[in-house]
């Protein structure tokens, strides 16, 4: 069985950080991509970062500059460093890996979410 959990949400100030984490737990054989989403209320999930196995990471436009994605391999975790936090990145954030199975079968995982709520 495998299980997504999230850390690091939280109220914070316009203008404030906070870093999102993301562990794997499980059996598994091994992870491939691992992203980053959220839903506002009333709105529909959307991607804000997404990072490959060897590093490669990729950005919604509203998080470039702003927001950084990284993994550790070894600890099969996913963080993610949002700066110069907005009123408009308020949303839950949840967390997705891609695992490969032991029976080598590719699954979509998702955790349960961790509210960032931005505001003054």
């Known amino acids: 069985q495998v299980q997504l959990t999230e850390s690091g949400g939280g109220l914070v100030q316009p203008g404030g950080s906070l870093r999102l984490s993301c562990v794997v737990s499980?059996?598994?054989?091994?992870?491939?991509?691992m992203g980053w989403y959220r839903q506002a209320p009333g709105k529909e999930r959307e991607l804000v970062a997404t990072i490959t196995r060897s590093g490669s990471a990729n950005y919604a436009d509203s998080a470039k500059g702003r927001f950084t994605i990284s993994r550790d391999n070894a600890k099969n975790t996913v963080d993610l460093q949002m700066n110069s936090l907005k009123p408009e990145d308020t949303a839950v954030y949840s967390c997705?890996?891609?695992?490969?199975?032991?029976?080598?079968?590719?699954?979509?995982?998702w955790g349960q979410g961790t509210q960032v709520t931005v505001s003054s």
């Open positions: 499980g059996r598994f054989f091994s992870i491939n991509d």
């Open positions: 997705n890996a891609r695992v490969i199975s032991r029976m080598m079968v590719l699954y979509d995982h």
